[in-house]
Structure formats: structure tokens, C-alpha cells
């Protein structure tokens, strides 16, 4: 059987066609796949941090309350595969009885304590500036963009301390 002239061609323009559409969904598949590991790294990282936090003192060999720069090396160490791990930023707050003393990145104040007199609480704050894994084109000022854009992911991790 012969094929006319017209038909030849035709599997290459509509390979043509839907190659960009294919390539886009990959692009973005593997964006949000990066995206939703970053979201869950960081809120591990503070859920980490703040166990840190609260459970430091109740171990045999560190009797004392850990440190901010103790439970941010924790997080930093936990957020080690993330790919723009220098935008990790932490802040630690304690209420205790009212009273509320922080350390680290400036940000919001942990939430009120219902029974501020029997626990000291505290929480854990991160946040990361995501990056695309593979970037193309976009236009912010209309709103339109090829991938996922840059966001910031912010998780918060608060724990009551028994003082």
C-alpha cells in the first residue's frame, strides 16, 4: 500500500505540537515534587528542633536547656539537603508566664499559652526561601509563569517545656 504525499510528515507536526506541552509538565512534575520536599524538610526541621528544645534538659547528659545556637545547628543540620540552605532562617521563643524572650530571625510572636503558669512554651520557627529546581520564563508582573515561582515556606513547631 503506497501513502500519499499529504499524509507523509504528519506524525513529526504533531510530535511538534505536543512536545512543549510535554516538556512543561515534566518541568513542573519535577518543580512541585522539589517544592513539596523542601515543605516538608523545613517542617521537619522545626519539629526537630523544637523536640530538641524542650527535651534537651530532660536527658542524663545534658541537664541544662539547650541553646539557641545549639537548636539552630540542629535545624541547619537537618535542612542539609535542601538547595538553597543558606536562606534558612530560625527563631526561638520562650513564654514563660507571660514573659517572652526570642532569639534569631525577626518574626511574628509564638501564640498565647492557656496555662502560662504551669509550662514554659516554646516554639520553633523556619523559613526558607524555595527556588525552582529548573526555572524558565515568567512575566510576575502579569502573573504568569512556566513553573512553579519562588516562594517562601514557613513552619512553626511549639512544644510545652515542664519547668
Not at 520536599?37 to 539547650?66: H, K
Not at 543540620?77 to 534558612?88: E, H, M, R
Not at 526570642?102 to 520557627?125: I, Q, R
Not at 502573573?143 to 519562588?150: F, R
Request: charged share 10%; net charge positive.
Amino acid at each position: 500500500m503506497k501513502r500519499s504525499r499529504s499524509v507523509r510528515g504528519g506524525s513529526l507536526v504533531e510530535f511538534a505540537l505536543i512536545f512543549p506541552l510535554l516538556f512543561l509538565l515534566i518541568v513542573n512534575v519535577v518543580n512541585f515534587g522539589a517544592y513539596i520536599y523542601a515543605w516538608v524538610s523545613v517542617a521537619n526541621a522545626a519539629r526537630t528542633g523544637a523536640q530538641y528544645l524542650v527535651m534537651s534538659a530532660a536527658t542524663i547528659a545534658a541537664p541544662r536547656p539547650a541553646t539557641a545556637d545549639q537548636v539552630t545547628a540542629i535545624i541547619t543540620a537537618d535542612g542539609y539537603s535542601l538547595l538553597n540552605k543558606a536562606s534558612l532562617a530560625v527563631r526561638i521563643c520562650k513564654n514563660n508566664n507571660g514573659t517572652i524572650t526570642c532569639s534569631g530571625a525577626a518574626g511574628s510572636n509564638p501564640p498565647a499559652d492557656p496555662e502560662p503558669t504551669k509550662y514554659v512554651l516554646a516554639s520553633v520557627d523556619v523559613t526558607y526561601t524555595y527556588n525552582p529546581f529548573i526555572s524558565l520564563w515568567s512575566y510576575p508582573a502579569l502573573g504568569i509563569y512556566a513553573t512553579i515561582p519562588s516562594s517562601t515556606i514557613h513552619r512553626r513547631a511549639v512544644m510545652r517545656m515542664m519547668q
